[in-house]
Each structure stands twice: as structure tokens, then as C-alpha cells.
């Protein structure tokens, strides 16, 4: 599980912290305490929810050879892609803002991609507070994913 502190300045997010409490010692991660990203693994990993992966992540991961990985927790994937433990968050089952406000400011002030899975920008202190989808993934692997994630459209 995780707590998110986030601050959304003209509809994005600028800063945030996730704490990881159920971590040994407890963890913070946060935008204004950058540390290096670890070496990615060769093969890339993907977490997904533990009770309902999304059905675009299981298609993502066959396309690109993905291991799965199940996590609770938005913040706590989000932040397995920052501390190294994943490649590719991909979440299409629907979000609220507050859900991935703060772990999307960490993400990106760590230098990964963020965005919905189509690739349009993720739009904080909207009136419709809804965000249906969300990719927090390395830099490399972005293009790839929202490649993936087209071949699936019909048409």
C-alpha cells in the first residue's frame, strides 16, 4: 500500500511523494529527491494488479515478451518502476486523479514517461476527476507499449 502527497500546478503534476510504509523501514519517494534509475532488467517487467490485470497489459506483455509482476497498490507500481523493480506500469481500469497525481510527479521527476496509454497527457484538477488509463514506463519502452496497444484496436 502506499500514501500520496501531490500537487498539480495549471493540470500537471509537479510534486509529490509516495511513502511505502510496509516497506522495511518505510520508504518516501519523492519529486524533489531525485535518485538515479537502476540498470533495467533484459527482459521487461510489467506490474499489474494482483486481483484484475488489466487486459491491455496481458496483451502488452505477450506483445513485447513481458513478465508480469502483480502488486497492490497504484502508488506502490508506480513506484516499482522507480526504484527498479519494473519497466512498465500500464493501469486501464479507471483512476481517479488523486490516485496517481503524486506518483505520477516522482515518476516523471525521475525521467520516466508518463501519460495515458495513448500517449495524450495525463490532465490534473480537471472538473471530471476520472483518468481512465495511465503508462508510467521507462523512456525506451513507451513507444513500444503504445505500438502494442494500437495493434489491439480493430480497424
Known amino acids: 500500500w502506499a500514501v500520496h502527497v501531490g500537487l498539480a500546478i495549471d493540470g500537471e503534476a509537479k510534486v509529490g511523494a509516495v511513502a511505502l510504509p510496509g516497506l522495511n523501514g518505510g520508504v ?34 505477450e506483445a513485447i515478451g513481458g513478465e508480469l509482476i502483480a502488486m497492490g497498490s497504484a502508488g506502490a507500481k508506480a513506484m516499482a518502476v522507480v526504484r527498479g523493480q519494473a519497466e512498465i506500469y500500464l493501469h486501464s481500469g479507471g483512476q ?51 505500438s502494442a496497444l494500437r495493434a489491439m484496436v480493430p480497424g
Open 28 to 61: 518516501v519517494l519523492r519529486s524533489d529527491r531525485i535518485a538515479a534509475l537502476p540498470e533495467p532488467a533484459a527482459t521487461p517487467r510489467l506490474v499489474v494488479s494482483r486481483t484484475r490485470p488489466a487486459k491491455e497489459a496481458l496483451a502488452v506483455a
Open 96 to 146: 481517479y486523479q488523486w490516485d496517481n497525481c503524486a506518483p505520477v510527479a516522482v515518476a516523471k521527476a525521475h525521467g520516466l514517461h508518463c501519460s495515458r496509454i495513448d500517449g495524450s497527457p495525463l490532465i490534473y484538477n480537471a472538473p471530471d476527476t476520472e483518468l481512465p488509463d495511465l503508462l508510467i514506463c521507462r523512456t525506451q519502452w513507451a513507444e513500444q507499449v503504445q
